[in-house]
């Protein structure tokens, strides 16, 4: 019994040295543009821009909208991208319409273009950040500190479609967890959260862009 007792110490103080304890700490980095000149680059704007939206965009609404705008309380998951844009001074709308009007055979994805909805669909956005956004890796892994600081505040993150259902996009956050993956700022039916979703939503990462458009 008593050399049982010893083995099982022995068991427990091995794992606990095996296992990582030490939090990743992650460089944050900044962009070189501050596109609205609030003293604020980028980067960080695209952050905070979607951070705001945390307790005022509380409902999750899948309207079409004759203005193309949902109520300032309500929207879907790329309307969380469209916002942050907007208080970086980029206005997400006018980019994609222009861009599918010059380059309609680049948005064959989407069969039925209407500028009231263009900007809200998870794919015009993927198809657009992919021309003109940095694109990034969607390996995830974490406690690797070199993978994971290629994850920053303020990218953006593309998911595939659940099986008959939704898309999914979402902003990245600067918070992260022990191990060093970042939370991500999103509207998945609740409102916007931000919460530990980026490895945890139920379908795979196909897009990571961060936003170096002028
Ligand atoms: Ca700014």
Not at 155 to 160: K, L, P, R
Request: aromatic share 10%.
């Amino acid at each position: 019994m008593k050399r049982f007792i010893v083995i099982i110490i022995i068991v427990i103080g091995l794992s606990a040295c095996l296992s990582p304890s030490k939090k990743i700490e992650i460089q944050p980095i900044r962009s070189p543009v501050d596109k609205d000149g609030d003293g604020i680059d980028d980067f960080g704007d695209i952050l905070e821009g979607a951070r705001v939206q945390i307790g005022v965009v509380t409902e999750y609404e899948t309207g079409y909208y004759t203005d193309a705008y949902p109520p300032e309380n309500s929207g879907v998951c790329s309307d969380v991208i469209w916002r942050a844009l907007e208080s970086t001074g980029y206005d997400l709308k006018e980019m994609i319409d222009a861009d599918m009007a010059a380059y309609p055979d680049d948005y064959l994805s989407d069969p039925t273009p209407d500028q009231n909805i263009n900007f809200r669909r998870v794919r015009n956005i993927g198809v657009f950040l992919a021309k003109y956004a940095k694109s990034l890796t969607t390996e995830v892994v974490p406690w690797d500190a070199e993978n994971l600081s290629e994850w920053q505040g303020g990218d953006i993150v593309t998911y595939d479609q659940i099986e008959g259902g939704l898309w999914h996009i979402a902003i990245v956050s600067d918070k992260r967890n022990d191990d060093g993956t970042p939370l991500i700022i999103h509207n998945y039916g609740y409102g916007v959260k931000e919460d530990n979703y980026l490895l945890n939503w139920p379908t795979e990462i196909t897009g990571h862009y961060r936003w170096e458009i002028e």
